[in-house]
């Protein structure tokens, strides 16, 4: 149950951040929105 709770709290947080993210890259298109590569890893090839 808390692992359900804890992938839940983490989507969220992520979903806040490109949220934010992309609102920040709109008011100020000169300074670039960070990367969602930094938050979650890439798979390797």
């Known amino acids: 149950?808390?692992?359900?709770?804890l992938i839940i709290a983490i989507a969220?947080?992520?979903v806040v951040?490109?949220?934010f993210g992309k609102?920040?890259?709109e008011h100020s298109p000169s300074?670039?929105?960070p990367?969602?590569?930094a938050?979650?890893?890439a798979p390797a090839p």
Do not use: E
């Open 1 to 5: 149950m808390s692992s359900i709770v």
């Open 12 to 14: 969220l947080c992520v």
């Open 17 to 19: 951040m490109v949220f």
């Open 23 to 25: 609102r920040h890259n």
């Open 31 to 33: 300074t670039p929105a």
């Open 35 to 37: 990367t969602p590569q």
């Open 39 to 41: 938050v979650i890893p």
